[in-house]
């Protein structure tokens, strides 16, 4: 599989979970759901992330956003650390 099926993929995960999270009262665990797109951010090269992080960086505020009163505070924090990591921040 090529780089860019697997960078297709994280995509549209990362946005299905943004908009899965748009004005919702409530949510079904998600853990694996960003488990995922933790793990599969991580197996992208550098040179892709660099090129996404800018992007991604919006897509991850929205989502935190959209989820601040459905999102149990673990896959908050999980959220806020991928998008310190986005922002280049260890």
Known sequence: MSEYNEFFKFAAKVGALEGYLFKRDRVEPLA???GNIEGMYQSLSPAVRKEINFELEGVLQRTLEYGDRVLAPEMKDRLNRL????????
């Open 32 to 34: 694996n759901w960003i």
């Open 83 to 90: 998008l310190a990591e986005v922002r280049g921040v260890k």
